[in-house]
């Protein structure tokens, strides 16, 4: 099955710097890569995604890369601010119409101190 | 915006007894997820419901089961409990219309065994 290794496990960075999260993984045939914010006592928050059709995509202060042939993505985030302090989990999934399980990575802990 | 709705949020129970944890979906979305989330771990795939249907199994142990009704919300039956099944569970909704599902998560139910 699919395997999704992510680092670092643990970030911390000075508020207004940026904060990158790598994440690799081991099926080529996955096509989906969400992003997911979990602060403490709450659920996974879908904060981007990105499909195997486009290697990159931007949202405001956040961003996520694709290299398919490398089988890796990231996360960039920007002029980080203290409520960017979470942990951060990528998934991968094969998208076919039947199902979409995601396979997470082992999650990061963003500390954006102030 | 309507989410994921799961109750209850806290439950504490004795080994050897049941537990019944409920999941509304977000209107409209015809699959639900199970995911259980360990202390400091990547949240862990147990089953998946579509249009009432199982469709996916993960690692859900046998003592668990589940189902998805009419109204589709889903419940996930847990029996002769065990320590290690204490862990935060999460329930996902999607719409798998359009072809590209993303995945909304709840608030999770924490689950302490004693």
């Known amino acids: 099955g699919e395997n999704v290794e992510q680092h670092p496990s643990t970030l911390s960075v000075q508020e207004g710097d940026s904060a990158v999260i790598k994440c690799t993984y081991s099926d080529s045939a996955s096509n989906y890569f969400p992003w997911y914010k979990q602060e403490l006592g709450k659920g996974p928050q879908l904060i981007i995604d990105i499909r195997s059709n486009v290697g990159e995509k931007k ?7 694709l290299n398919k042939t490398a089988k890796h993505f990231s996360l960039h985030i920007t002029e980080t601010q203290p409520e960017d302090s979470a942990v951060y989990f990528c998934a991968a999934s ?15 802990r963003l500390m954006v101190k102030p | 915006a309507a989410g994921v709705i799961q109750s209850p949020r806290h439950l504490i129970k004795e080994k ?28 862990q795939f147990l089953i998946s419901f579509y249009e009432k249907m199982q469709s996916d199994k993960g690692s859900i142990p046998d003592r668990f089961s589940a189902q998805q009704f009419s109204d589709y919300h889903s419940e996930l039956n ?16 999607s719409s798998r219309t359009g072809g590209q ?11 302490s065994v004693l």
């Open chain 1, 94 to 108: 094969i998208q076919r119409g039947a199902g979409n399980m995601l396979t997470f990575g082992g999650g990061t």
């Open chain 2, 16 to 43: 050897r007894e049941t537990a019944t944890l409920k999941c509304y979906p977000i209107p409209r979305h015809d699959t639900v997820y199970w995911y259980q989330q360990g202390p400091g771990q990547d949240p």
């Open chain 1, 59 to 65: 949202d405001q202060r956040i961003a996520v890369t």
């Open chain 2, 101 to 111: 599902e993303k995945l909304f998560f709840g608030s999770g139910t924490q689950l």
């Open chain 2, 78 to 93: 847990m029996s002769s409990l065990e320590l290690g099944d204490s862990a935060l569970y999460f329930c996902a909704s």
